[in-house]
């Protein structure tokens, strides 16, 4: 499986209706026929990013998953966040009794300053509200929702009217094992897959239990996918930074680790698919244009792996004219991609419906 991360230009985009409903025996099915629309952070294009706001707003506009980081507090409790530190997207600037907080660390390979989410305990993290991380979306949201856990996430998915998947990163593994210790000796990949099998998540790709709790299991650092695989039965996709990045555990280029080989060794311990970067996969030019496709996704779907890919004026090449139904189609129908990671799912949703009516 090659999901590309997308994040499509939606101005405004309107509710959509859930699909399916009544009682959790009879909820509609997750959708396999059509590559999937991956809400990358909740719909954090609209509401700041993994609040349950913006989680409950993709699965109203039809994600078929909802995508979150999770990370470790102070005091060992697993949350959904993207950055080691607060600074960007929460008002912890504004809490005086915080100030002493900052400090720098070292970060996969830089030293990073801010206010560290691990120095923070979750009852101190529950007064801090989130806000939206670009100054070119809508900032009107900021301020209200709280930073959720990763069992209040993987609640609002298992209550929705339909069956909507989740797709939870373990996110900094080795910053979070060097700061974060917990008392039986267990490690943050530990806790994580627990967290899981505690709400009945397992089960192999499409097999009847992975379709009633679906789930992917995703993260940069192949180490700690090997370690997921000891534990879970569960699908893996193994995430993909820039070729020149290095990989925070093994400290290999990510284009050492998706060599043949590589993919092979992966694949042995149910990595099921890549989730590249979508210029890894089709490198741009200095123009912002797009150059000659990679041989990634042939190498993926080749290993019977799926691909995974964010679009919106901001961020689409110059090719697709500021239209992120022309990225769309590019992604899915030329390159191939089996999974689309969007901060607009309704704009996605949109896409899929549209080509599907023309079809028919």
């Known amino acids: 499986m090659v999901v590309v991360v997308a994040a499509a230009m939606a101005s405004g985009a309107a509710a959509r209706p859930l699909v399916g409903g009544g009682g959790r025996d009879d909820r509609a099915p997750l959708q396999t026929s059509r590559p999937f629309n991956i809400a ?120 929705a ?81 820039d070729v020149t990045a290095r990989t925070e555990d093994t400290n290999q280029s990510y284009d050492e680790v998706t060599s043949g080989e590589h993919l092979d060794h992966m694949g042995r311990h149910n990595v099921v698919g890549i989730g590249p970067w979508k210029d890894t996969v089709v490198p741009p030019t200095r123009g912002n244009l797009l150059a000659t496709p990679t041989d990634l996704v042939a190498m993926a779907h080749a290993r019977g792996m799926q691909v995974t890919f964010r679009n919106e004026n901001e961020f689409l090449h110059f090719n697709f004219r500021q239209d992120p139904y022309a990225e769309y189609d590019y992604w899915i129908n030329d390159v191939g991609v089996d999974g689309l990671f969007t901060d607009f799912p309704a704009s996605l949703r949109r896409f899929q419906d549209w080509t599907a009516r023309n079809r028919d």
């Not at 507090?73 to 950055?83: A, N, P, Q, R, Y």
């Not at 809490?95 to 830089?110: D, I, K, N, S």
């Not at 305990?121 to 801090?128: D, G, Q």
């Open 161 to 241: 009217k339909r069956v909507v998947g989740i797709y939870p990163e373990m996110k900094n593994p080795v910053f979070m094992n060097k700061h974060v210790k917990w008392a039986d000796g267990k490690k943050y990949e530990d806790r994580f897959i627990a967290t899981l099998k505690k709400y009945g998540y397992g089960g192999k790709y499409l097999t009847p239990a992975w379709r009633a709790k679906p789930v992917f299991i995703q993260s940069f650092a192949p180490t700690s996918l090997i370690r997921a695989a000891e534990l879970t039965d569960s699908p893996l996709v193994f995430l993909v930074d």
């Open 40 to 159: 990358h952070r909740g719909s954090n294009g609209e509401l700041p990013e993994e609040t349950a706001a913006a989680y409950a707003r993709a699965i109203d506009e039809g994600a078929d998953f909802i995508e979150a980081d999770v990370e470790a507090t102070k005091d060992g409790h697993l949350v959904c966040f993207h950055d080691t530190t607060l600074d960007d997207v929460t008002d912890v600037a504004d809490h005086p009794e915080f100030a002493g907080r900052r400090r720098t660390l070292e970060v996969q390979w830089a030293n990073v300053t801010g206010y560290f989410i691990i120095d923070f305990t979750l009852a101190e993290l529950k007064t801090l509200r989130a806000k939206q991380r670009w100054d070119f979306r809508d900032k009107s949201h900021d301020g209200v929702s709280p930073i959720i856990t990763f069992e209040e996430f993987i609640d609002i998915a298992l209550n």
